[in-house]
């Protein structure tokens, strides 16, 4: 059975940063894709952030794309978020998870294991 565990939220003040960790059990980590995705509250979960099984490829919603990096290290089976320049929209759960073999990176239905999620909350 496949445990994702997101750790590194917390409050912080806009402009800020945090770095979001997601550690996972199996030995299959380097077999497949990672994703970051975050909700709020009445909304529907949104894609923030993947990673390639390698590593080589990344992928980022246009709302993160120069402030979020995610990265990646097999040797240590985690995932990381690094979050620059935070907003206060940033507010939210983050949730990270373990893409499908098929598929795209962007929509949750593609992955199949997720973790419990951190909140972040970015204050004005």
């Known amino acids: 059975q496949v445990q994702l565990v997101e750790s590194g939220g917390g409050l912080v003040q806009a402009g800020g940063s945090l770095r979001l960790s997601c550690a996972a059990s199996g030995r299959t980590f380097s077999s497949y894709g990672r994703g970051w995705f975050r909700q709020i509250p009445g909304k529907e979960r949104e894609f923030v952030a993947a990673?390639?099984?390698?590593?080589?490829?990344?992928y980022y919603a246009d709302s993160v794309k120069g402030r979020f990096t995610v990265s990646r290290d097999n040797a240590k089976n985690t995932v990381y978020l690094q979050m620059n320049s935070l907003k206060p929209e940033d507010t939210a759960v983050y949730y990270c998870a373990r893409k499908g073999l098929i598929g795209t990176y962007y929509r949750p239905d593609e992955y199949d294991y997720w973790g419990q999620g951190t909140q972040v909350t970015v204050s004005s």
């Open positions: 990673i390639s099984q390698s590593g080589i490829s990344t």
